[in-house]
Structures are given as C-alpha cells and as structure tokens.
C-alpha cells in the first residue's frame, strides 16, 4: 500500500469514527475538550478513538476464535466471528464516548471545589482596572496557582491571540467547562460584555452564591459522611453477632461443604476488606467534593 493509499485509509476511518461519535452523543467535542482528554475530537480518534475500536474488533473475534476451538463449539465459524466483531466494534464505540464523559464529570467536580480560586483571580484582575479581554489574558499569569483550570486557561490563550471577540470566548468557555459554576460565571460575562454591564459586580455576585452554597454543601457532604460510617460501624458490630450465631447453628446443625472455619475466613479475609474499601472509595467520593 503507497503511503497516499493509507493516508487516504486513514483519513476515511477518522471521519467515520467521529462522525459516529458525534451521532451518538452531540456534545462529544465539548466533552473532549472540557475533560482535558485532547485538544479536538479529531485528535482524540486518532490518538485514542480508532486504536481503542480497531484492537477491539480485533481482539473479540480472536477471543471468540480461540474459545470456539478450544471447546468445540458447534455451529458456523463465521457467526461467531461476525458476532464478537460487531460486539467489539459496539464496545469500543461505547467507551470513546463513556471515557470522555466520565473525565468530564470527575474533572467537573474537581473544578466545582476550586472556584473560588479562579473567580478570585479573575476579580482582582479586572478591580485592578484591566478590560475583560486583558483580564482573561492574564490569567495565564497564574498559571501555577490555577493549574487545574489549564484546559479553559489554554483555550482562553489560543483565542485571544487570534483576536476573537470575548463574548464569544466566554460563551465557547461556558459549553466547554465541566464546572457548573464556572458555566454560569462565563454566560453571565458574556451576557454583560454584550450589554455593557460591569463585569466586576457580576463576578463578586458570583463568588457570593458559591460561598452561600458551597457552605450548604459542607453541611450535606457532612451528614452524607456521617451516615456512611454509622452503617460501617453498624455493619462492624453486627458481623461478629452473626458469625457467632452462624457458628453455633453450624455446630448443632452441620452444612455439608460449610464450615465455621470456611465462614471465619469468608467474613474476614473477603467480605470486611470489600466493605472497608467500597466505604472508603465513598467517603473519598463525598470529600473530593468538598477539597480545597
């Protein structure tokens, strides 16, 4: 194959890639974007997309070629191999779409606990009498301090110095966030560039109703948190009566293939470990929430 044959192929495969993922979720481009995954839907089929669904596609019919003889399977090859193919092939399209907005989402909530870092920031800077362009500008300034909004600082970078009008910015800024908060500060600020209204009282206004919800939000983490360690403990100080009772009964009433030793090690090597981590993984769920 010339290597204008596979560059041909190759362009062909991103399209149809894309353009399926576009079909099944029309946000697909915010999403990437917004998630940090890659700077554009094209970029990501190449680099993450049409790997992911070509080994898939791959891999299944092997996988299924492999089992079909490995027991003898009766019926034609074919199907089977068609079958793990279009399986594969819906697997990988599946999670090129799933990936990206599970990233979204947990990026989000990162972002939702740093807000008032970055409204801070961009307050100071337009009280210090900059317009809302040299402002946004200068955020690139704090690169460090606000490291975890690098996505929507690039992306303020490339299109400043492109000249774009920052209505527009903050309107693209406001779909490619995950960050509820931040979303509706960039609408209001593009809503105000467009009337003229001062940008500085509407992100103190801002600032003030994250304050007030994130303080409601502390108080509901807390309970949450609360609640799931008084099931744990609950849980911790019903288990050992269980056992001792399961124990007993064992004793009196044997279970062929069940024995006080066999539930002993059940209970303690499988089931509190599993719920030790399952409380654990939640609680850490509740706190990422909340972390400054």
Do not use: W
């Not at 069940?258 to 399952?278: E, N, T, W």
């Amino acid at each position: 194959m010339s290597l204008y044959s596979y560059n041909k192929a190759k362009a062909r495969a991103e399209n149809f890639i894309c353009s399926v993922l576009r079909r099944m979720n029309k946000n697909i481009d915010y999403l990437i974007i917004g998630s940090g995954t890659s700077s554009s839907l094209v970029d990501y089929c190449y680099s993450y997309a049409i790997p992911l669904t070509v080994g898939l596609t791959i891999a299944f019919p092997l996988l299924i070629y492999m089992v079909v003889r490995r027991l003898d399977v009766a019926g034609p090859l074919y199907f089977y191999l068609f079958d793990g193919a279009v399986s594969g092939l819906a697997l990988g399209l599946a999670l090129s779409v799933g990936l990206p907005a599970f990233r979204y989402s947990s990026r989000g909530d990162s972002l939702e606990a740093k807000f008032h870092v970055f409204t801070s920031t961009l307050a100071a800077l337009l009280a210090g009498g900059s317009n809302i362009t040299d402002a946004l500008r200068g955020l690139s300034t704090y690169k460090d301090e606000l490291r975890e909004f690098n996505v929507e600082i690039r992306y303020i970078e490339l299109k400043t110095s492109l000249g774009e009008d920052p209505s527009s910015i903050l309107s693209e800024l406001s779909r490619i966030t995950p960050s509820q908060g931040l979303r509706a500060l960039f609408e209001s600020l593009a809503k105000g560039v467009s009337t003229g209204s001062d940008p500085v009282s509407i992100v103190r206004y801002h600032l003030e109703v994250y304050t007030n919800y994130y303080y409601s939000l502390v108080d509901k983490v807390s309970a949450s948190i609360g609640s799931l360690l008084e099931m744990y403990l609950s849980i911790g100080m019903i288990v050992p009566i269980l056992v001792t009772i399961m124990g007993l009964l064992f004793s009196v009433y044997p279970v062929k293939g069940l024995s006080f030793g066999s539930l002993i090690i059940l209970v303690v090597f499988i089931l509190i470990p599993v719920l030790s981590f399952m409380t654990i993984i939640l609680v850490d769920d509740q706190i990422s929430k909340i972390r400054l």
